[in-house]
């Protein structure tokens, strides 16, 4: 598995200078998504939905709204 290509802008594109706050995006050779983002496992694995679960090895991540709306129009539709 390998990363193929970045999916929306740059950490640097979205105001990210000095390193601190880099959401990222990237698609894989496989087709799957890899996300680079906030670990908030904690915090958040309470609030999930009645029809959502998460296997021990998963992890709930947190990227920026301006992250995921930069990364749309890259987004394929299949």
Do not use: H, W
Not at 41 to 48: F, H, I, M, P, S
């Amino acid at each position: 598995m390998k990363i193929v290509r970045r999916v929306g802008a740059s950490p640097r594109e979205r105001g990210s200078l000095n390193g601190q706050s880099c959401p990222d995006i990237f698609e894989l050779s496989d087709g799957n998504f890899a996300v680079i983002g906030t670990e908030a496992t904690a915090a958040l694995d309470g609030e999930l939905p009645g029809d959502a679960s998460r296997a021990n090895y998963e992890r709930i991540v947190v990227i920026t709204r301006e992250t995921l709306i930069r990364a749309k129009a890259d987004i394929p539709d299949v």
